[in-house]
Every structure is written in C-alpha cells, then in structure tokens.
C-alpha cells in the first residue's frame, strides 16, 4: 500500500556531532535519557551526553556534542545496539554476524554470540526481559528480536542461545534492515531493504498486520522507531535522506511529518526520548556523520 501524501510540517535541528569516521549507522538512549550511544561503519560504539540545556531564543547555531567514551571490539560495521536492564550492559549486533555483550564502564566484551545460520544480522531489538532466577546472570530471561539478511525475523532467547519465534522469509521484500518493537499495542515493524515497512502482531507473527512503502522507488528502510503515545505512529530513516513519521494504525498508512535539515545523505538510524516537559524529540544519525535532533 502507498502512503497519502500531503502538506506537513517542517522542523529544524538542534544539536549535531560526528562520532564516527564514517557512516554513523545507529542510535539509542540509555534509560535515563541523559545519554546517547550510536554506532558506526567504522566497527566502534560511542558514548554521547545527551541532557542538553534549551537554546535561547536568540541563539540559532547548534550545540556540539563530543564522544566521553568509544568501544570497539566487531569486525564489520556495527548495525544495531539494544540495552539491557539499567544501561550497563548493551548488546550490539554487526555484519560480522555476532551479537556481543558489552559492559559499558569498563568499555570490556563480556560475551559473543554468533548468529543463527551465522548470517550477518542487519538489525536488533528488545523483546523482553523476564526475572532472572541467578542474580548474577545478564542474559537469563533476555529476547531479543534479530533482523537477518535473508529477510526473516528471528527471537532469541540469550541464555539459550536459539532462535524461539522465526517470521516468514521475505526474499521479495529484500533483507530485515530495520525492527521497532511497540509492547503497547503488540506490534512489530520491520523494515526492507527495499523500502516496505510491514507490521506485525508479536501475538501472531506469520502474517502481517498492515505494509506500506512510500514513493515508487528502492530507496530502502535504514531505521525504525515508535513514537510514544496511543497512536501507532512510526518514524522511518531512509537511503534517500527524507525521514518521515508516519501515521500507521488507526489513521493511516500516510505521511504525519516530514523530517528536515540534512542534504539528502542517507538517514541510518532514529531513536525518540521523550522530554522533562512531555515534547518528544527525534535523533537521527546518518553518512554525513552529523547526529540531529528535532523537537515534535
């Protein structure tokens, strides 16, 4: 299905950084939303403060924002990060088809886990973590939800070290470049290497919800992320550089807001922290290298 388009709104950025030596490929909060970690092509994590004062008025240059801690330990570009409890330890999962446990103080790999069928793993995210019956143990009670190249969605119980749930194989739509994961309203999206965002109910996860893909054109999904809230709308990062929030469920598939400030390189990662105030603010990184923020 196409999305409806139509006359939205625009918002500037507020704050950048270039992490990276390269292409900047994701981003995610910690849980206190005071600190950012992205990853990059160039095989490393990095650390950034994120709890910025708000600019003046008067002011309309943007604030810099410089690494306090850079982790490197994979072998090919990194594509995704997923937090575990607090923020202490955070898988990330890499080209090199490995998911590897970082104990974040320390900067230190705790654990490497190989993927299924040692396909690279493109994207990544939580499904849920249980009460853990060892104290001492970081992945008892973890799944967490893999993207693979040959398109199909795999769950892994950690502990186990298996795949528990496998979404059918989608050779058409390309590879599973991006996952988000909605717990409120039991859905997950995946994004295509070829543009096609597909919704699943975790519920029920061999047919989809609801698909739809924006424009004509390949220009794939890079990222996804969920805003909060009753409404199922979606933020996408795409190849083109034209990132959208997008009305999925029950008003749409269309186009709520596009997403403005960079030259059309590649958007490779969203992520949403919802601020003191109750706004919600939108960061993406991408090839320019430059981290941005808009204010919703």
Request: net charge neutral; hydrophobic share 40%; glycine share 8%.
């Amino acid at each position: 299905m196409g999305l409806a388009q139509k006359t939205t709104p625009t918002i500037s950025e507020r704050a950048v950084s270039r992490p990276h030596l390269s292409t900047a490929t994701h981003l995610q909060f910690f849980p206190s939303s005071r600190v950012l970690l992205s990853s990059g092509a160039d095989f490393s994590l990095t650390v950034l403060p994120a709890d910025l004062p708000e600019p003046s008025p008067n002011v309309t240059t943007s604030t810099r924002l410089t690494p306090v801690r850079i982790l490197r330990a994979h072998t090919r570009p990194i594509t995704s990060t997923v937090m575990i409890g607090p923020g202490r330890n955070v898988l990330s999962a890499s080209l090199d088809g490995s998911l590897k446990l970082w104990d974040i103080p320390s900067s230190t790999v705790l654990a490497s886990i190989p993927s299924q069928s040692t396909q690279p793993i493109l994207s990544a995210t939580l499904a849920s973590i249980s009460p853990a019956s060892d104290p001492q143990s970081l992945v008892e009670g973890v799944t967490v939800y893999c993207g693979l190249q040959d398109g199909s969605v795999q769950l892994f119980d950690l502990r186990a070290n298996n795949s528990v749930i496998q979404t059918p194989t989608a050779r058409n739509h390309g590879g599973a470049a991006a996952l988000a994961h909605n717990t409120s309203h039991h859905f997950l999206a995946v994004g295509s290497s070829k543009g096609i965002v597909s919704i699943y109910d975790t519920r029920l996860t061999s047919t989809t919800v609801t698909s739809f893909k924006r424009g004509e054109g390949d220009s794939g999904v890079e990222d996804l992320a969920f805003l909060r809230g009753n409404k199922a709308n979606l933020v996408v990062a795409t190849s083109d550089g034209l990132p959208y929030v997008a009305n999925v469920l029950p008003d749409g598939p269309g186009v709520a807001v596009e997403l403005v400030g960079g030259d059309c390189d590649p958007v490779r990662s969203v992520c949403v922290r919802e601020t003191t105030a109750g706004a919600q603010d939108i960061w993406s990184a991408g090839d320019d290298a430059v981290v941005r923020r808009w204010r919703l």
